[in-house]
């Protein structure tokens, strides 16, 4: 029988529901239009027992509060949210180019010229989400989408706080993209600096596909602390290596309100072996 009206969710109601995108954390994302104006978005669908199951109420709240006051062309677009007794619903922009990670995959690694288009932009997206005082602390390849013209859209801002902050949550997942100062046991407040460590990883998995700690769980987390990067490939040219290695100079001290003092950081930061090695730059594929 069909359920009288005040059963039926009267937001979803607004959107045709098509094929499923992908998965999320806690639930699958699906291409929606939403009826009246014709609005293509991405419908992300949260499992409300999934995630008290996960104690994960904190990180829905925060991704619902971080992303809905957020927008920039480099941010993927949060457009609202509403729920029923059993689902929350994220009403999303939906990003044409899919995720980044897959093309990453599909191509192995970016020209140097690409790859610095891409670091440009995320550095852009971090410079507002920076500039209103938020870390995304997540940031990884899975974590980037495309838009329709290969624009990157910065996306799940389950793990972002507000800067600087002593939060400990347990962060799930590969260790890969983390800074000494969030894998160290001691109780430290993150900084934005996080981010900018953050950076210098994505910027060596563009050019070379493999991030620079990668090892097993406990060599990575001795390669992170140790900032010891697995050299760049000599086809990388100095002054891309210049670049990545300068974002794990940056120690969280020498990274106040988002300036950089880099003076301070490289006399606090023994320069790398893998930094000495700069040879000439190699052949730059084209895109
Ligand atoms: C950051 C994150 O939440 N990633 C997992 C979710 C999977 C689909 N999500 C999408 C979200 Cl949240 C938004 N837009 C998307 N577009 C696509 C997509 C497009 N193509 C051609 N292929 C795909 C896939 N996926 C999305 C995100």
């Not at 910027?203 to 900032?227: C, H, K, M, S, W």
């Not at 490939?233 to 990545?244: G, L, N, Q, R, Y």
Request: proline share 5%; aromatic share 10%.
């Amino acid at each position: 029988a069909v359920k009288p009206p005040i059963y039926q969710n009267l937001h979803l109601g607004l959107f045709e529901i098509g094929k499923p995108l992908g998965k999320g954390k806690f639930g699958r994302v699906y291409l929606a239009r939403h009826r009246d104006s014709g609005y293509i978005c991405a419908l992300k669908v949260l499992n409300k027992d999934e995630i008290s199951r996960e104690a994960a109420e904190t990180h829905v709240r925060r991704e619902i509060e971080v992303h809905s006051n957020l927008r920039h062309p480099g941010v993927l677009g949060f457009y609202g949210w509403f729920h029923d007794s059993r689902r929350i619903f994220l009403i999303l922009e939906y990003a044409a180019g899919g995720e980044l990670y897959r093309v990453l995959q599909r191509e192995g690694r970016f020209s140097e010229r690409r790859a610095a288009k891409y670091v440009a932009q995320v550095t852009l997206s971090l410079l507002y989400l920076h500039g209103k005082n938020i870390m995304h602390r997540d940031m990884k390849p899975e974590n980037i989408l495309l838009g329709l013209h290969g624009e990157l859209k910065l996306a799940d801002f389950g793990y972002s706080v507000h800067a600087p902050s002593n939060r400990r949550d347990t962060l799930c997942g590969t260790l890969d993209y983390l800074p000494p100062e969030m894998i160290q046991s001691r109780e430290v407040s993150y900084t934005k600096a996080v981010d900018q460590w953050t950076l210098g990883v994505l910027t060596y998995e563009f050019l070379t596909g493999q991030p620079p700690f990668e090892d097993t769980v406990a060599l990575t987390r001795r390669r992170i602390v140790n900032r010891d990067m697995k050299p760049l490939p000599s086809f990388i040219s100095s002054e891309a290596k210049d670049f990545v290695n300068s974002s794990f100079f940056i120690t969280q001290l020498s990274y106040q309100d988002g300036h950089a003092r880099a003076g301070e950081s490289r006399s606090q930061v023994p320069i790398p072996q893998a930094a000495s090695e700069y040879s000439t730059s190699g052949p730059d594929r084209d895109d």
